[in-house]
């Protein structure tokens, strides 16, 4: 890695997509910043020289291979693929649709895989890249009215711990990145967020105070992304690139007593699970 990389970032043209492609560009690095309107994208971030917006729908495998030719056309390689893009699919189980399901499935777990698969072939011809994924302290810990975004972060994280073993041998780091509750717009409604279809009588009290409780939250979230994009930039310069990055102190307060519970559920079954052996 050199301190003038090709970023890729995805997921440009809104929260802390913007922030990750202007730190990246006001360290000097060049930057290819997609969204599904490149136009929206540029606005967003600003003009500027090392900059070039492109389309994307990361759903779409084709796109994302159209976006990879148009980044190696102006800038010749790629070295740090953010996977930034996503969406939230809030509600109780049983209130989201299957079809809403597989929707978040589309989005937050094959997407960055699209675009992977599209972009780690550069790498490996380069025998040197980067691949940053930004998942979500709900891809550690399950949460409440977030059955659908959970389980595609968890995927997210569990794909992400087996790619590094892949793609390490040919001079390709990971990380993947755990933000708590930073001031985006993914709590913004039509924006990023998407509530449940389904009616359910048990739920429905649930259901609307839950959602007004999340409506209340937006513009309160205690992170900053725009520091966030900063601390992405520091650790890709860095010497060495964590394996893992949780963001904010609500994120690292949340997973230590994530930690301590499971520590807890393993003390409280030991001598079982070590009964299972042969031979015991």
């Not at 800038?75 to 953010?82: A, E, K, Q, T």
């Not at 809030?90 to 589309?106: D, H, K, L, T, V």
């Not at 993947?176 to 409604?189: A, D, H, I, K, N």
């Amino acid at each position: 890695m050199t301190n003038n990389n090709v970023w890729f970032i995805t997921g440009a043209g809104r929260g802390l997509g913007i922030d990750i492609a202007q730190s990246a560009l006001a360290a000097g690095h060049q930057v290819v910043a997609t969204g599904r309107d490149p136009q929206k994208v540029l606005a967003a971030i600003g003009h500027h020289e090392n900059l070039l917006t492109v389309a994307l729908d990361i759903t779409d495998p084709a796109a994302a291979e159209r976006a990879k030719d148009a980044a190696i056309e102006r800038f010749g390689r790629i070295d740090v693929l953010v996977n930034n893009a996503g969406n939230f699919y809030a509600g109780y189980f049983e209130n989201i649709s299957p079809e809403q399901f597989r929707a978040q499935m589309e989005t937050n777990f094959f997407g960055p895989l699209n675009v992977t698969r599209a972009i780690l072939p550069i790498m490996r011809e380069q025998r040197a890249g980067q691949v940053i994924t930004v998942t979500s302290m709900a891809g550690l810990i399950g949460q409440e009215f977030c059955a659908a975004y959970a389980a595609s972060k968890f995927a997210l994280e569990g794909w992400m711990e087996s790619l590094r073993f892949d793609v390490e041998r040919f001079g390709i780091s990971t990380m993947s990145v755990e933000p708590g509750f930073f001031r985006t717009e993914l709590l913004v409604e039509g924006s990023s967020t998407i509530w449940p279809e389904l009616d359910i009588e048990d739920y429905a009290d649930l259901t609307t105070h839950t959602i007004e409780a999340w409506k209340g939250m937006n513009g309160q979230q205690g992170g900053d992304p725009r520091k966030l994009g900063q601390a992405l930039v520091t650790l890709a310069d860095s010497d060495e690139l964590p394996k893992r990055f949780i963001a904010g102190a609500d994120g690292m307060e949340g997973e230590e007593a994530n930690l301590a519970a499971i520590q807890a559920q393993i003390n409280a079954t030991r001598e079982l699970s070590a009964s299972l052996s042969y031979g015991d």
